[in-house]
């Protein structure tokens, strides 16, 4: 399967705690996302890198979240003293950066924080 | 400001008829629309797309409609299939970041 993977699919973690995902793209995508989504809305925008450059940051994306993508490959989005409200689904997206540029998702990681 | 709405969120139907499902946008630099297709506890899978300068594109069973002047999009499937129950989403580009409509239930009851 050469599919956007995500990593883990689901983290219960405790308030106060940092957490860590890591998304694979489809190989020689250069374009990777970073999407949240809560529960009865449709996915929110939070961050993209062109390659290894981050590009767009949404204002969604507080000082607590930080994203990474070293070397324009897979990506991390850690979460640092996470709140009960960072409680959503994160999405992974990648997309060749050319054309119409058609967007593909990962499953998904659900993230619950008690 | 929802700059891309969907104002149905549940649409049911017999299996074998046609299901329309309908999406506003406010933003006019958008030029690229996507709807995606999403099961509980997965990803969306992307269904089908349009340029903003096309206002049809068929594939199989779904054809999105685009009308610029009114700033709307539509999604047919037919026929409609059990399988087909799930959340559609309508999404909207301008170059980079997607932004998603809320969603509509779709039901296709046998």
């Known amino acids: 399967d050469t599919g956007v993977s995500q990593d883990p699919r689901h983290k219960i973690t405790k308030r106060g705690q940092n957490v860590t995902f890591r998304c694979d793209p489809i190989s020689e995508h250069n374009r990777l996302y970073w999407y949240r989504q809560t529960l009865g809305q449709g996915p929110e925008f939070l961050t993209y890198?062109?390659?290894?450059?981050?590009?767009?940051k949404s204002r969604l994306l507080s000082d607590r979240f930080s994203a990474e993508r070293p070397k324009g490959s897979f990506s991390t989005l850690e979460i640092q003293r996470t709140e009960q409200g960072d409680s959503a689904m994160y999405l992974c997206?990648?997309?060749?950066?050319?054309?119409?540029?058609?967007?593909?998702f990962g499953p998904g990681t659900r993230l619950t924080v008690l | 400001d929802q700059q891309v709405k969907q104002n149905s969120p549940s649409l049911s139907v017999q299996e074998g008829r046609i299901s329309i499902l309908n999406c506003d946008y406010t933003?006019?630099?958008?030029?690229?629309f996507l709807w995606y297709k999403k099961y509980p506890a997965e990803g969306p899978t992307f269904l089908i797309s349009?340029?903003?300068?096309?206002d049809k594109n068929e594939d199989g069973r779904f054809t999105v409609f685009l009308n610029k002047s009114a700033k709307h999009l539509s999604l047919h499937i037919v026929p409609s299939q059990p399988g087909d129950s799930a959340v559609y989403f309508c999404a909207a580009t301008s170059g980079s970041r997607l932004t998603f409509g809320e969603g509509t239930q779709l039901t296709v009851n046998p």
């Open positions: 349009i340029s903003s300068i096309k």
């Open positions: 890198f062109q390659n290894e450059a981050q590009l767009e």
């Open positions: 933003n006019s630099m958008f030029d690229y």
């Open positions: 997206a990648s997309s060749t950066g050319t054309g119409t540029d058609t967007q593909y």
